[in-house]
């Protein structure tokens, strides 16, 4: 689990495609104080598996589903990318609960400023945009953020310039991709309150009831 509070940016060193698949090593620094082999770490808000590291980087496999829900098969040498490695037990909560997970991708339509805040506004599909509430969560490249506004066909955030110069947004444009994951607390509920499917032998009747007995 992360939790959206990005921990420094760090760069591709570089991208191998083989097939359907990916390699991706990333130059980095403090996500590389403790890291291990099989560590989760987010990158852009995708949580990849470390499967090498050194010094000053650490390489992770990328699969198919990924590159296609995603961002990530964008990359390339020098891209720069947010970072976090999953919370540990007994760290601090700052952001929100964010998986790793990511829901889909999203396309920046405008970028503004308003006094000292930044206004990002993101495109994205109805599947997506039915989790976005006003003042809820929501992920961006693995940023924890709040959403300010919401609209049928988009949604708003607005942050602060530290906000920005910290992670990937101040190297974003109009026009490019970012990964979105929604809440998940809303997802949950959604599920939860859908119908019950019957059972392959027919569901809980009254018929079933009177049988076993419990009336």
């Not at 999953?86 to 991708?105: C, E, K, Q, Y």
């Not at 969560?137 to 910290?166: M, N, R, Y």
């Not at 607390?185 to 018929?207: F, N, R």
Request: aromatic share 6%; glycine share 10%.
């Amino acid at each position: 689990m992360f939790t959206g509070i990005i921990e420094e940016v760090g760069s591709v060193i570089s991208v191998q495609r083989s097939g359907t698949s990916s390699f991706i090593r990333i130059a980095a620094k403090k996500v590389l104080e403790d890291v291990h082999l099989g560590d989760s770490i987010a990158v852009n808000g995708v949580c990849l598996t470390v499967t090498d590291f050194d010094s000053s980087s650490f390489q992770a496999d990328v699969m198919n589903e990924t590159l296609s829900r995603s961002s990530l098969g964008t990359l390339s040498s020098g891209s720069p990318v947010d970072l976090e490695r999953a919370m540990a037990a007994g760290g601090r909560f700052g952001g929100h609960i964010v998986s790793g997970h990511i829901d889909g991708t999203g396309t920046i339509t405008n970028i503004r400023r308003d006094g000292i805040a930044l206004w990002y506004t993101i495109s994205a599909a109805p599947e997506i945009l039915r989790y976005i509430v006003e003042k809820g969560s929501v992920a961006i490249d693995g940023i924890s953020l709040t959403v300010a506004k919401v609209s049928d066909a988009d949604f708003s955030v607005s942050i602060i310039p530290h906000t920005a110069e910290q992670t990937v947004l101040s190297h974003k444009s109009a026009g490019d991709i970012v990964n979105l994951e929604n809440d998940i607390i809303g997802k949950y509920v959604e599920k939860l309150m859908m119908p019950q499917k019957p059972t392959a032998s027919g569901g809980l009747t009254m018929e079933k009831l009177m049988k076993n007995g419990f009336i």
